[in-house]
């Protein structure tokens, strides 16, 4: 009867190898020598533009134009050009101030419509749903600047070029479409039953999800937000095309405005650029998780 | 507590998918109506159509005196418990047990009454500050039904709730859930596609295949006399033997020469569908009977299912576990006790009185 128990470590030794275990694939912790010199080239190649981006932004005026130039050692570090950035009659801290503005209102716009509407999309039987949706999406395929043109037409007439309104109503319609599509995706992980269970349990259709389906989104939300913020802060072309006033230009451009003219401060420039980096480099820290997921993580365990 | 009416109900879905064709259900006051059926039958689409999830196409829905046609699910005043219970994921079960009586605007001291009052009855005090991660399977349940009943509802609408857990757990929540329902003598609504549950469970058993209904009756009646040969494969396990026989000389005669008891009400000559149960067959190694041989034997200690071959089909025959048959041993199979229902080949409608 005991024919079909193996003999003692029978099956830890492995038969024949058959049931020997697959060699286990090592990774090394740094890696090949070869791999190591790839990466350290790419590396070099990607990150020099920043560093010389930083190092400018901190060297004297002096040192920025030595010839030769002090890449490493030879230059003390200042401050100087980080304090024009911020003083009284700079052209770049106003785009600053109009970059945070058109950023937040438009972000906060794009939201406050897309959620709803994407949860109209994930919730209800809307007729030619996968339609609309795809006509939603439509409107992110070609480049934007296609529209440029049309839009500074529109714009002309209807008052709108060089005000904070007109640049915020642009980048809310381009982050709209995205803010829909990447709220979908998070809603349709929220099991329907909950908000069911929550119109069993007494409450409205809209309370249901105001109760229990947007407590779950907030990640997600904030995600998304972030994304848009992201987009607007970095929005050059429309900024450029629509704002002329140096009084509403927001960053992109107003540091854009710096190059050029009889002489350049390039100290001022790597500065500004430096500190417009900075946000955009703590939002994207915040988000990178989602960012290598994209659209299709789950927000909540079913 | 209140009685739950469902008049010429039909339901087809936008896509042209009919999930009801036509239903007419009347659930008393206080109780256990369980519909069953495969997947697919309409059997929660029904549910959700008593709960407002779903608006019905045509037909009409009563709950208490009142038409809740039309009104949204949290004005008819029932409560529904999910088949993945839908416990809200960011609330402690505390919370989650609160969360209709806060809709309903009680004051806090009563809300706080109730929610221990059903923790008390379901076991559930140790966790009330937990979240419903944080709990097993059978105590996430508890904690829907507990949801469910601190409102003390019109009626509870069960979808599929056990069907989750495992099968030891859902024995005993089976009992629970039936000893629950008659301490409350609350009216409920229960959905499954498992036989057993509804065997054990209901007052009434709703039979629905495609949907429409296929018998609406007490367990024992269903088991004994199912009304169609879909109902009479769906209720038992193993299932009812279905036997072609004519009817002869007062006997049903199946081919090799099985007779089985004939039912009242049939004209002689005519061909029908014997239903035989497992447990109204029986083996002998010699005697009367017909010719059959043994395919398989499952000792399932309390009895010993065997499956044998014979000229009428291949059968299934419960036998005490003292019976000792081997497989492709040959042995003799006859019909023993009452006369079994007989169904029409073509209709396949119950025909016997």
Sequence with gaps: MAAHIQPSGLADEGIAGETATPPVRRRPRIGSGFEIIVLAIFAIVMLFPVLWMLETALKDTGDIYAVPAKVISGWTPTLEHVKDVFSSNSPVFSGFKNSVIVAAAS???????????????????????????FFILSTRFMPPVVVVIPVFLMFRDLNLLDTLQGLTLVYAAFNLPFTIWMMKGFIDEVPAEYEEAAMLDGYSRFEAFWRVTMPLLIPGIAATAVFALIFSWNEFVFSIFLITDPGTRTAPSAIAGLIGGTTTDWGLVAAS?????????AFAFLVRKHLVAGVTLGAVRR | MAEVLVKRLHKAFPDGTVAVEELN???????????????????TTTLRCIAGLEQETSGQIVIGDEVVSGLRPSQRDI????????????????????????????????????????????????????????LSGGEQQRVALGRAMVRHPKAFLMDEPLTNLDAELRAD???????????????????????????????RIAIMNKGRLEQLGGPMEVYERPATLFAARFIGSPPMNLVEAEVTNGHLTA???????????????????????PERLTL?????????????????????????????????V???????????????????????????????????T
């Design chain 2, 25 to 43: 259900l009347e659930i008393g006051d206080g109780e256990l109506f369980v519909m069953l059926g495969p997947s697919g039958c309409g059997k």
């Design chain 1, 107 to 133: 972000t906060i716009i794009a939201t406050l419509l897309g959620v709803p509407s994407a949860w109209a999309y994930s919730r209800f039987a809307i007729p030619a749903k996968k339609d609309q949706l």
């Design chain 2, 284 to 316: 002998t190694a010699t005697g009367t009977g017909a010719n059959a041989r043994i395919v398989s034997r499952e000792a399932l200690g309390d009895e010993t299912i065997y499956v044998v071959d014979s000229e009428a089909g291949r059968l299934n």
């Design chain 2, 79 to 134: 409560a529904m418990v999910f088949q993945f219970y839908a416990l809200y994921p960011h609330l402690t079960v505390r919370d989650n047990m609160a969360f209709p009586l806060r809709a309903a605007k009680l004051p806090e001291a009563e809300v706080t009454e109730r929610v221990n009052e059903a923790a008390r009855m379901l076991q559930l005090e140790p966790f009330l500050t937990r979240r419903p991660s944080r």
């Design chain 2, 255 to 277: 081919a090799g020469g099985l007779t089985i008891a004939a039912p009242e009400g049939l004209t002689r000559g005519a061909q029908v569908i014997a239903g035989v149960r």
């Design chain 2, 173 to 203: 929540m089976r009992a629970e859930l039936k000893h629950l329902q008659e301490r409350l003598s609350s009216t409920m609504v229960y959905v499954t596609h498992d036989q057993t549950e509804a065997m054990a469970l209901g007052d």
């Design chain 2, 318 to 352: 419960r036998m005490p576990p003292t019976a000792r048959f081997d497989e492709e041993q040959a042995v003799k199979v006859s019909h023993i006790g009452a006369a079994p229902p007989a169904y029409d080949p073509k209709t396949e409608q119950v025909v016997s």
């Design chain 1, 273 to 281: 650029a430096m500190i417009f980096a900075i946000p955009v480099l």
